[in-house]
């Protein structure tokens, strides 16, 4: 069964995510950006919060915890990021695996932006927590990691099935876009995102989660081990993490 998801915009372009318990009285918190709107959320809908799922150590991502976390509150997050991160009643690593609400959440390690950046993924609903890592129509910036350690985090996500809802960090979508399709003006699955996305933002609507099924045809990154791909970068014999690492480069650029 697909526990209730609900996306909550945090600061000026955010995302913490709930997921609520199936008898929907109980919620865990993806990131903690602020405390205020995921405070309203609980309260609005009578949540008790139960769980803190911190993906990594960025200040966007941690700063509600600590006035979030009441007794009784389990707060997970990655072992080798310990000594950054708000105390864990959890610690975690890759291929780690922990109960919620009777599903099952698989820790996934997907370094790159930082080094023990986690993403969280719950097979049983078909969500993954990915927040700086892989994003909709983008990728977290290298702060940490190289090229070859997100190339291969990235490769991870994208072999999750298909239909998995990727639940990502920030609304960068728009921009994100115009730079995808400053590389590949004629991918049409682009094209039309775009306008889709157009429209969702006038309406002031998150684009975030997206599709995975989506992020395979749209998402750069996701593409670089494309031959046209790699063909379009003027780098046809690259190797796949070479060919990321230059779209990374001129998205840094863009
Ligand atoms: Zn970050
Ligand atoms: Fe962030």
């Not at 955010?14 to 959320?41: H, M």
């Not at 390690?109 to 719950?122: E, M, N, Q």
């Amino acid at each position: 069964m697909t526990l209730d998801l609900i996306t909550i915009p945090c600061l000026s372009d955010n995302y913490a995510f709930l997921v609520v318990s199936p008898d929907g009285k109980r919620a865990a918190l993806i990131d903690a950006p602020e405390v205020a709107p995921i405070k309203k959320v609980l309260q609005d809908r009578n949540l008790t919060l139960t769980d803190i799922l911190i993906t990594h150590h960025h200040a966007d991502h941690i700063d509600g915890v600590e006035g979030l976390r009441t007794p009784g509150v389990r707060v997970i997050g990655a072992k080798a990021d310990a000594h950054r991160l708000p105390a864990l009643d959890l610690m975690v690593e890759d291929g780690d695996h922990f109960d919620l609400f009777g599903q099952t959440v698989d820790v996934l390690d997907v370094s790159g932006h930082t080094k023990g950046h986690l993403a969280f993924y719950l097979a049983a609903s078909g969500y993954v927590f990915t927040a700086d890592s892989l994003m909709a129509a983008g990728c977290g910036r290298l702060f940490e990691g190289s090229a070859d350690l997100m190339w291969a985090s990235l490769s991870k996500l994208a072999a999750l099935p298909p239909e998995t809802l990727v639940c990502s960090g920030h609304e960068y979508t728009t921009s994100n876009i115009r730079f995808a399709l400053s590389l590949e003006p004629g991918n049409s699955a682009l094209i039309s995102r775009q306008s889709q996305v157009a429209a969702m933002r006038r309406e002031n609507m998150p684009t975030v989660p997206s599709r995975l099924a989506e992020e395979l045809s749209t998402n750069p990154f996701l593409r670089a081990n494309l031959s046209e791909m790699k063909t379009l970068l003027g780098m046809a014999d690259a190797t796949d993490a070479e060919s990321f690492a230059e779209i990374r480069k001129r998205k840094d650029r863009f």
